[in-house]
C-alpha cells in the first residue's frame, strides 16, 4: 500500500521516513516503510497480519497503474486521495477524486473480480454518495472481450452509448472502446479511441456534442447468405440451432426471416440469446395476435422483455432498470413502424401487415430490398 496514518494524518509512502512510525489506515496496525530500486516505495504489514483492507498482492502493472493516475490528478490539480479508507464501507478504492464536483472512486481493476462482489461494491459506492469507476488495467486489455466483462465493467454515456474504459501503464494512455454493439449473429463490435490523459482529452471524450457514427459497412444480402452458412455449414452454430428449431415449431424457416430483421445492431448486448432469435420470437409472438387488436406499449415491450429474462445480462455500473432491453427495444419497433408492419393508432400500436416469412434463401433473395 502507499499510504499509511501518522498521527491521524496520511503519509504518502514516497514522502516517509524510515525512522518514523506509521500504522494501517484500515486495521491500525503497525506496518513497515520499504524502499527499493526494483519496486516502488511502499507500506507493507508484518508477517502474519491478519488485515482484510489493505492487500499485499498487487500486480506491478496495478501498482504503476494507480500511481500513475493519482499523479496525473495531482498535477491537474484535482482533490485526490490515493487508497483513501472508506470506514463507512470498510473500502478503500485506489484513487479517490474530486471531479466535477463528485467524489469518484477509481478502482484500476487488473485482477480477477466476481460479478457479485463488483455489484456489492458499486451499489456500496453509490448508496453513500460516491459515484464510482472502474478502469481495466493490462491483463483484461490482452484478453477477448466477452460478454462477461462488458456486463461487469460497462457504462452507458450519451456520447459515447455503452463503453469500457482501459489503462496501459507501459504506454500511460486511456483506451476506450466505446459504442458496443451485438450483430445480428452475437459478434461483440466497438470503437477504439486511445489518447494520453489531459483535462481536454476527458472533457471532449465525454462530453462531445456530435454524435458518433460508425462507418457502415452493412449488407443485407451477405448477411443473409451468412446466415444460410451458418445453418448449414460443417460447424452448425449450436445459438443459430436452436433458434431454427423455435422457427420450426411455428413452420417457419429462420433462413427465411423478413429482410427487416437484417437490421440495426443492438446496442445492448442480449447475453446469451443472440439478437436474431430475440427478434424472430417477437415477430412469432405479433404474428399470433389478432390483427384488430390494439397494444399498449408497456405490452410489446413486456413480450420483447420475455424473450429476454432468462438469458439477459446484468450491468451494475448502469442504474437505470431495463435501460438496455428498452433500446433494444425502441430499435427494434422503429424497424417494425417504418417497414409498415406496425402503425400507430391513438397511441396504441396495430398490426398494419404481417410479416412476410420465405420458404427458404432463393425464394427471399428475388425479394432483396433495393
Known amino acids: 500500500m502507499f499510504v499509511a496514518n501518522k498521527n491521524n494524518q496520511s503519509v504518502l509512502a514516497v514522502d516517509a521516513r524510515r525512522n518514523s512510525k506509521y500504522t494501517c489506515p484500515g486495521c491500525g496496525e503497525a506496518v513497515i516503510l520499504r524502499h527499493g530500486q526494483m519496486r516502488l516505495s511502499h507500506f507493507a504489514h508484518h508477517a502474519g497480519s491478519n488485515c482484510e483492507v489493505f492487500s499485499e498482492g498487487e500486480t506491478k502493472a496495478h501498482l504503476e497503474g494507480k500511481t500513475q493516475i493519482f499523479d496525473w490528478c495531482r498535477k491537474n490539480h484535482l482533490a485526490v486521495k490515493l487508497e483513501a479508507y472508506l470506514p463507512e ?80 501503464p507501459q504506454t500511460e494512455q486511456f483506451i476506450v472502446k466505446h459504442h458496443l454493439t451485438q450483430d445480428l449473429f ?75 430483421v437484417h437490421g440495426e445492431d443492438f446496442d445492448f448486448p442480449t447475453g446469451t440469446m443472440i439478437p436474431i432469435e430475440v427478434k424472430v420470437r417477437f415477430l412469432i409472438r405479433l404474428m399470433e395476435a389478432k390483427r384488430s387488436q390494439l397494444f399498449s406499449y408497456r405490452m410489446l415491450f413486456s413480450w420483447f422483455e420475455n424473450s429476454t429474462s432468462e438469458y439477459k445480462l446484468q450491468f451494475p455500473n448502469i442504474s437505470r432498470s431495463k435501460f438496455d432491453v428498452e433500446m433494444n427495444f425502441q430499435h427494434f419497433l422503429d424497424d417494425l413502424l417504418s417497414n409498415g408492419i406496425m402503425q400507430i393508432e391513438h397511441e396504441h400500436y396495430q398490426i398494419k401487415k404481417l410479416p412476410y416469412w420465405y420458404n427458404d434463401l432463393n425464394q427471399k433473395l428475388h425479394f432483396l430490398p433495393a
Open 89 to 168: 464501507l470498510q473500502q478503500r478504492p485506489d484513487i479517490l477524486v474530486n471531479w466535477h464536483h463528485h467524489w469518484t472512486a477509481i478502482e484500476f481493476q487488473c485482477s480477477p473480480i466476481s460479478l457479485e462482489k463488483l455489484s456489492a461494491r458499486t451499489r456500496g459506492y453509490y448508496e453513500h454518495g460516491y459515484k464510482v469507476w472502474w478502469i481495466l488495467g493490462p491483463t483484461y486489455l490482452a484478453r477477448k472481450l466477452t460478454l462477461e466483462k462488458i456486463s461487469k465493467f460497462a457504462y452507458f454515456q450519451k456520447s459515447l452509448n455503452l463503453f469500457l474504459s482501459f489503462y496501459n
Open 186 to 260: 452475437g459478434k461483440i463490435k466497438w470503437a477504439d479511441h486511445a489518447f494520453s490523459p489531459s483535462k481536454t482529452t476527458f472533457n471532449e471524450l465525454f462530453h462531445q456534442t456530435q454524435r458518433w457514427t460508425r462507418e457502415n459497412h452493412y449488407n443485407a444480402n451477405r448477411e443473409a447468405f451468412e446466415l444460410q452458412r451458418r445453418l448449414l455449414g460443417r460447424y452448425t452454430d449450436p445459438r443459430l440451432a436452436k433458434a431454427q428449431r423455435y422457427c420450426y415449431m411455428h413452420h417457419l424457416n429462420l433462413a427465411g426471416c423478413p429482410w427487416f
